[in-house]
């Protein structure tokens, strides 16, 4: 059994934990915003999703690759952006892999679910609505918690289910348990 090793609480929790408000207009600074989180998310090819409020800006906008899968860098779909999201339904909750850009090197095991049905604004402004679906709904309910606050961590329920990773002997990725050091 590896032992259990200690991760240091990050920082800037404080602003992490702040609640988002919505957009009210559309202009060019909502637009640089946008550019701004595809372009951080471009440059962190471990990631799968992006909301404003972990570049310091408490508005409800986010970005998602679509078509990621746990685990994997492997991508197949395009990035969206989603603004002021509501949720219309949500249901077939099942345990899968978490993890976030705000917290490298945590991961950990939630129970999220993975049939969304939300309604917004996208990367032009314009109302939609969509049925999001197995991991990509599981990527949109993560980022929609950054939006209230919440973290993954926030949705651990057995201290087991938190985990960094490293390379065995043979070069393949184990989990090791971890606790957090507030
Ligand atoms: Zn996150």
Redesign the pocket.
């Known amino acids: 059994m590896p032992s259990k090793r200690i991760l240091e609480y990050p920082r800037e929790e404080a602003l992490l934990r702040k609640k988002s408000q919505p957009v009210r207009a559309f202009n060019r600074y909502i637009k640089n915003i946008i550019r701004d989180l595809k372009d951080t998310l471009k440059e962190r090819p471990e990631g799968v999703?992006?909301?404003a409020v972990?570049i310091n800006v408490h508005m409800q906008i986010f970005v998602v690759q679509l078509g990621a899968k746990p685990e994997s860098e492997e991508k197949t779909g395009p990035v969206i952006t989603i603004i002021n999201p509501e949720v219309i339904e949500e249901r077939a909750e099942d345990k899968g892999f978490d993890?976030?850009?705000?917290?490298p090197g945590l991961f950990g095991d939630t129970v999220r679910p993975h049939y969304l049905h939300i309604k917004g604004l996208n990367e032009w402004g314009k109302p939609f609505e969509q049925v999001f679906e197995g991991f990509d709904a599981v990527v949109i309910h993560?980022?929609i918690?950054?939006l209230n606050g919440v973290?993954?961590i926030d949705r651990i329920t057995d201290p087991a289910d938190l985990f960094t990773v490293k390379e065995d002997d043979d070069g393949k990725l184990i989990r090791v348990p971890v606790t957090i050091k507030k």
């Not at 993890?99 to 917290?103: K, N, T």
Request: proline letters at 0%; hydrophobic letters at 40%.
């Open positions: 999703g992006l909301a972990q993890g976030c850009l705000s917290l993560h980022e918690d950054h973290l993954f």
